[in-house]
């Protein structure tokens, strides 16, 4: 199962509570690049370049993937056509939906996330509109904007059916 949805929504707490409900391995795709880059992933957006972390990306998503496994996608990730298309074939796709104003909550303030860092809460919320469309293709819509242990039961409800 893979989770999508915009910086904030909850995908890699969602991710782990499920895994963890559900006996089954976890994927945090960002954790998975910064193994690999050797560095955090703001780092790599400053001394690299945004194109050097998708690459990056984009060669570890299906490893990411693996069956049985919950996921939790970067935000950008299911953006790429080439990675919707290995996401959609190997994973079922869930999008932790929240509204932004929920999402500028949990993320404002937060240096970590490299397209946060600077940017303004309407280049954001821009950013959020221009992603949206893709994350409403997932198979599955849950409802984020409540505490994320709940989240997580409805994910797993949705896994087990």
Same mark, same amino acid.
């Given at each position: 199962?893979?989770?999508?949805?915009?910086?904030?929504?909850?995908?890699?707490?969602?991710?782990?509570?499920?895994?963890?409900?559900?006996?089954?391995?976890?994927? #945090?795709? #960002?954790?998975?690049?910064? #193994?690999?880059?050797?560095?955090?992933?703001?780092?790599?957006?400053?001394?690299?370049?945004?194109?050097?972390?998708?690459?990056?990306?984009?060669?570890?998503?299906?490893?990411?993937?693996?069956?049985?496994?919950?996921?939790?996608?970067?935000?950008?990730?299911?953006?790429? #056509?080439?990675?919707?298309?290995?996401?959609?074939?190997?994973?079922?796709?869930?999008?932790?939906?929240?509204?932004?104003?929920?999402?500028?909550?949990?993320?404002?303030?937060?240096?970590?996330?490299?397209?946060?860092?600077?940017? *303004?809460?309407?280049?954001?919320?821009?950013?959020?509109?221009?992603?949206?469309?893709?994350?409403?293709?997932?198979?599955?819509?849950?409802?984020?904007?409540?505490?994320?242990? *709940?989240?997580?039961?409805?994910?797993?409800?949705?896994?087990?059916?």
């Amino acid at each position: 199962m893979a989770l999508i949805g915009f910086m904030g929504a909850g995908k890699t707490v969602v991710g782990a509570l499920v895994a963890q409900r559900a006996g089954a391995n976890f994927h #945090d795709l #960002d954790l998975m690049i910064e #193994d690999e880059a050797g560095m955090a992933i703001s780092d790599m957006f400053a001394t690299r370049s945004e194109a050097a972390f998708r690459a990056i990306e984009s060669e570890l998503l299906p490893r990411a993937l693996e069956p049985g496994a919950v996921v939790a996608l970067g935000g950008g990730t299911p953006t790429d #056509d080439r990675n919707w298309a290995v996401i959609r074939e190997r994973a079922m796709t869930v999008y932790l939906r929240a509204t932004f104003d929920v999402l500028w909550e949990r993320i404002s303030g937060l240096t970590m996330r490299p397209l946060a860092r600077g940017r *303004s809460q309407a280049k954001l919320e821009a950013l959020f509109e221009q992603r949206r469309p893709r994350y409403e293709q997932a198979d599955h819509t849950v409802d984020a904007n409540g505490p994320l242990d *709940s989240v997580a039961t409805e994910v797993l409800r949705l896994w087990s059916a």
